[in-house]
């Protein structure tokens, strides 16, 4: 059961490290932010995205 929550938090580390790269990264900014924002999104914390 270990490995299971072990290879889950490694993967919620990744998903939150592309969230933050999608977020910051110039050339993606825009095209994340209108995204979030026609999902009603864009005020939401990564722990509630």
């Known amino acids: ?3 299971v929550i072990d290879k889950l938090n490694e ?3 990744v998903i939150k490290e592309l969230f933050e790269f999608v977020r910051e990264d110039d050339s993606t900014k825009d095209d994340f932010n209108e995204y ?3 999902m009603g999104a864009l005020n939401a914390s ?3 995205m």
Do not use: E, F
């Open 1 to 3: 059961m270990t490995v």
């Open 11 to 13: 993967i919620n580390g």
């Open 36 to 38: 979030l924002s026609t």
């Open 46 to 48: 990564p722990a509630q």
